[in-house]
């Protein structure tokens, strides 16, 4: 399961018919209608913001709408186009200015598929990995090791501080936090000791 890094966009036209996709990162339900309500805000002029989103550890909460196209043909293929590709945590519009010619039924699903395709391609993703807060407070020399046993792992969102110790914050994911603690303290004979924040 992947969720995406930053917002993103594309667009295509297709008979006279602008579609703008783009993409956010969202953590749940409450922030889809702030960004709906900011999309149509933004773009009064368009004919259609259709949206569909999927959100949850394991992709468990999913909504859409066609925004007025005929049922079934915007906002489900855009929803089925996220399925496919197995994202959570992301809310994916689609903008569409009508350009005078109807793409009929079948036109509208392609079209509306195509552009979250598009914009997919173009957003960034990283796995979903349950991440663990940490914070630790070294002397320098112990510091030397940390730095050094800290590159066996991954870590995110790492700030350090340089006063007369160094603090070392961020996260790591969750599964590897007690083995993290476990060989810091171990390799700095006890004096460095990883707390969970």
Known sequence: MDIPLSPAAAEFTVKGSRFLGETFPIA?????????????????????????????????????SDDGEPGGTAGRPVLDVLKGRGV???????????????????????????????????????????????SLTCDYTSYQIVKHQSENWTLYDVNESFGEDVSVSGKIAAKDLAEFSKVLFEKTNGKVTVTAV
Request: with cysteine.
């Open 28 to 64: 749940g339900q409450t922030e889809v209608r702030e960004i709906l309500k900011a999309q149509k805000a933004k773009y009064a002029d368009a004919t259609h913001v259709v949206h569909a989103f999927i959100c949850g550890k394991s992709a468990e909460v999913m909504g859409m």
């Open 88 to 134: 959570t945590n992301i809310l994916l519009t689609v903008t569409r200015w009508f350009g005078g010619t109807l793409l009929g039924t079948g036109g509208l699903v392609h079209a509306y598929g195509d552009a979250a395709k598009l914009v997919l391609d173009a957003t960034r993703f990283e796995a979903l990995i349950e991440k663990a807060a940490f």
